[in-house]
Every structure is written in structure tokens, then in C-alpha cells.
């Protein structure tokens, strides 16, 4: 999630070392695709006094978390991609994934799932069943169609898909789908991004439409926008230029 950086006179988090938060804050500033930043400009961005920020970069230089260049401008150091590349190899998308999906069948009582794209098809990576003894069956690995059903949809939309319903799908950043795959099936899905914010799925709960109602789902759908917010930050960062509006925009 978004950080907010703590003003030099906000007292330290419960729990927290506010001189860590500030120097997090700081390296925090730089987007994707800006290669350095001023001093003044960082200082800025992170809501604090130039000096404290001098004092902060000079610290992270010392450990090669930022470098200064002879101009005067700073960016960040070789150190923050060997932390970066450490946590690349140590990562499995499903250990941020199936967390987020238990939150969300813990809320709504539904099955939840996630799905990416593989061609024109998408197919199910994670899953955690709800505990209704009714309800929808996938199974992990099953390939299913983009054009039916709310998480193909919402695939297709954020894959940049012209016409209707995609173009409602971006502006609204979800999508309801009742019987449109199977006659019985409704579900309710949103986008999820990874890094650098390009898309890297949709999260879904599904399950049988005598009681996943139009106006269920629509009350679920919150929960699902959430949930999909939540991972996306997980995958992809901090806010930057390149989060889509139908995140940055969204509030529940």
C-alpha cells in the first residue's frame, strides 16, 4: 500500500523507528522510469525538511541504497536491485495470492479464485473454496474462455479490448457475469496488476446464481475490488504514474 511519509515533527509509529519510515520514504520517491531526482524535489515528494533528507540520502549512500552524481542529483543504488533480485528468486505468486483469496471467501462466504491469461484463454492458478455446500467448481489448472464469464471479461478490458462491455469494464473496474458461461454460474470479478502495474489478472468470487443474485453481487463487489486493490499493491509497489485510475480512483 501507499505509504504516508511522517513530517519531521510526526512522532514514530507504534512499534516503528521513524528514521527508518523517513529513509523508506525517501527511496519511495522515485517512480518507474526516472533515473534521478534533485534533492529539493525529493525532499518534496516525501513531505520533509531538505536537510533531513540530505541527512537520510547521505546515510543510504553509505550502504550503496543511493548514489549522488556529479551534478548534484541523486538515484538510487546498486543495492536496492540486489534486494529487489533476492526477493524476485525467493517469490511465489501464490503465497501473496491465496492469503488475499481466504480473506475474501472468509467476507463473503463464496469460492474465490484467480486467473491469468494464457492466449485466448485463462486459466485458474489459485483457488480456496467456500464453505457452502452448494457452490461452483474449478479445479487449479483448468483452462477456461476469456469472452464468457466475468474474469475473461475483465482480462480482455484491461488487456486494452475495444467496444462494449469492455469499455464500461475499465470505467467501472469490474464486472458481473449471470449464467454467461454456465446457465447456473454468477460471479463477480476485478483487475489485478503486477509489477510496474501491467496486468497480471482478475480475482473472482463465483457460485451458483440462485444465490449469487444480481444485487448480491453487486454488494460483494466491493469486497472483490478490495481484495484486488490489496494484491495488486502487494505485487506491484507503491502508487506511481502507471497505477491504472480504476485503483488510485477507487474508494470503498
Not at 58 to 85: C, F, I, K, N, V
Not at 151 to 174: C, D, M, T
Request: contains cysteine.
Amino acid at each position: 500500500m501507499v505509504r504516508n511519509p511522517p513530517k519531521d515533527d510526526d512522532e514514530p509509529a507504534a512499534g516503528g523507528v521513524n528514521a527508518v519510515t523517513r529513509a523508506l520514504s525517501l527511496m519511495e520517491t522515485f517512480q518507474a522510469g526516472e533515473a534521478t531526482l534533485s534533492l529539493a524535489e525529493m525532499s518534496r515528494r516525501a513531505g520533509m525538511h531538505k536537510t533531513t533528507a540530505l541527512r537520510l540520502a547521505r546515510t543510504l549512500a553509505l550502504s550503496s541504497y543511493m548514489l549522488q552524481a556529479e551534478d548534484g542529483q541523486w538515484r538510487l543504488g546498486p543495492a536496492t536491485g540486489w534486494l529487489g533480485a533476492r526477493y524476485q528468486r525467493g517469490f511465489d505468486v501464490n503465497f501473496a495470492v491465496e492469503p488475499v483469496l481466504r480473506e475474501l471467501v472468509q467476507l463473503t462466504g463464496e469460492s474465490a479464485t484467480f486467473y491469468v491469461r494464457e492466449g485466448n484463454i485463462r486459466a485458474c492458478i489459485a483457488r480456496v473454496e467456500g464453505a457452502q455446500a452448494v457452490r461452483h467448481h474449478v479445479r487449479i489448472g483448468e483452462r477456461l474462455p476469456l469472452d464468457k464469464g466475468s474474469p475473461g471479461r475483465v482480462i480482455l478490458a484491461f488487456s486494452g479490448q475495444r467496444g462494449e462491455p469492455y469499455e464500461e469494464i475499465r470505467k467501472r473496474g469490474y464486472h458481473l457475469s449471470l449464467g454467461e458461461r454456465e446457465p447456473e454460474v454468477s460471479s463477480v470479478s476485478a483487475p489485478v496488476f503486477g509489477l510496474n502495474w501491467r496486468l497480471l489478472g482478475s480475482m473472482c468470487i463465483s457460485g451458483p446464481g440462485s444465490r449469487l443474485t444480481k444485487p448480491k453481487l453487486e454488494k460483494y463487489a466491493k469486497h472483490v475490488i478490495r481484495a484486488a486493490n490489496e494484491l495488486s499493491y502487494a505485487l506491484a509497489g507503491s502508487r506511481s504514474a502507471n497505477t491504472p485510475p480504476v485503483v488510485s480512483n477507487w474508494h470503498p
